[in-house]
């Protein structure tokens, strides 16, 4: 206990910063796409402002939400959660709130070239070439005492968790080197392209889709007192991942100017990629059984349950999406951005939140203020995404099928899916007053207004009149 209690002390400054960053990002990034979406859902509104075009809205919002909230959140846990699972103390603070300043730096540098209309058409790779070495090397200044941790494990045994938060902190850097120097040295404009929908692609399964799974299987058996259902699943799962994410991506541009065998590749692999992620989650549902009714009052475990339910769909989605058959009417329409979103915030954020909301009483030593407002947080997201993805996702079939009538005019496929553009826009005002919910009871934890009293802040629980989750649900 007295060893766990030091580890969080010397997580407490850097963990908080990386979560507070992301979290003030976050409502930067829900903002933008609220009026990215009145945008295009009113086409002439702020015609006369430059800035409030759709074109560098959304472009500001995507890199707000990846590089600002995402990548943040993402190290934040990936430090605790390293920490914890080595058993040893995070020993240069300092460093990494400098180098995570470093980082910040670099995200309003993105943000702010892209807004005011030096971005190059590529997304979440729009910045000036000048900015990306910015993001690699405080990236890389942040993680480099991730690894020696991990040499210096208390334990011989690797825990499930670390293989994937080792393959996160690994697989990102070469995804995003790769790219910017494929992109930015003069690579020919149709493999530039196809360089882009790799990496966006690589960006989910190696950087969102391995942190939540690392997320999963800490904080299940944990809340849940059971051990994983099954080791060598997720470890098969793990070593798919691995093997196939890198061959995912060209299957966005089926039919275009590539060898055909390169989108045949990226839509098999897509499919096998599908029966890991059915795997992984079936395991942590597995880990669960008999202990389902926790997720009423845990809410650790009620956004990371949500979150692996979030990745089943985006694995299945995906993988019906890089067919010929579904993917030659829904590449260029609203369904990618469903797509995206489904990853971006869906399943990545959702479970970081559950991390989240069980870190950061461990690092500060009080609870969270109220359960009410976690309750809110939880119901106005997950409203907020099952909105935003139907929307998407059937508006992009709709404007898909429009596309593909060569007798129709170009013009009606906007028109046809304009009402699913506005149900987008609600979802992302939904999405805005949950985040708003998160950052407020977020800085009240910062500045040491969180709840002493003894026992955990529960949803449909009274704050501190049981000791856990698990005998709030009777199953002590």
Known sequence: MSERAAIDRSARFPVLFFFTSAAAWLLVATLLGFFSSLKLSVPGLWDNCQFLGYGRLFPAHMNALVYGWAMQAGLGVVLWL???????????????????????????????TVWFGFGNSMPLLDFPAWVWPILAISYALIVVWILPMFRQRGESLIYVSEMFVLGAVVWFPWIFITANLLINKGTAPVMAAGTNAWFITNLSYFWMAPIALAIAYYI?????????????????????????????????????????????????????????????????????????????????????????????????????????????????????????????????????????????????????????????????????????????????????????????????????????????????????FSNLMFLYQLALMFVGKGRKSSGPTLIHAEPGKVESAKAAAGLN
């Open 82 to 112: 390293m920490a914890r699972l080595s058993r040893n103390k995070i020993e240069h603070p300092v460093a990494i709130i400098v180098a995570g300043a470093l980082w910040n730096a670099g995200v309003t540098l993105s943000v702010i």
């Open 220 to 432: 299940v058996p944990k809340i849940s007192g059971r051990a994983v259902f099954s080791y060598p699943l997720a470890q098969v799962s793990f070593w798919l991942l691995a093997a196939l994410a890198g061959w995912t991506g060209f299957a966005r541009y089926m039919g275009g100017p590539f060898p055909a065998w390169m989108s045949a590749v990226s839509s098999t692999a897509s499919i096998f990629i599908l029966l890991a992620i059915i795997v992984t989650v079936v395991n942590i549902l597995m880990t669960l059984k008999g202990a389902t009714k926790i997720w009423e009052f845990s809410p650790s475990l009620r956004f990371t349950v949500f979150g692996m339910l979030m990745l089943a769909a985006y694995g299945l989605l995906s993988a019906i999406s890089s067919t010929y058959f579904f993917g030659k009417n829904l590449q260029f329409s609203h369904f990618v951005v469903g797509l995206d979103t489904l990853a971006f915030y869906g399943f990545f954020s959702m479970t970081v939140f559950g991390a989240i909301y069980f870190i950061v009483p461990r690092i500060t030593g009080s609870e969270w203020p109220s359960g009410k407002r976690i309750r809110t947080h939880f119901w106005f997201s997950a409203y907020g995404i099952i909105t935003l993805i139907i929307c998407m996702l059937v508006g992009g079939i709709a404007q898909g099928g429009n596309l593909a009538q060569w007798d129709q005019a170009f013009s009606t496929s906007f028109v046809t899916s304009s009402a699913y553009v506005a149900g987008r826009c609600i979802a992302w005002a939904l999405i805005a």
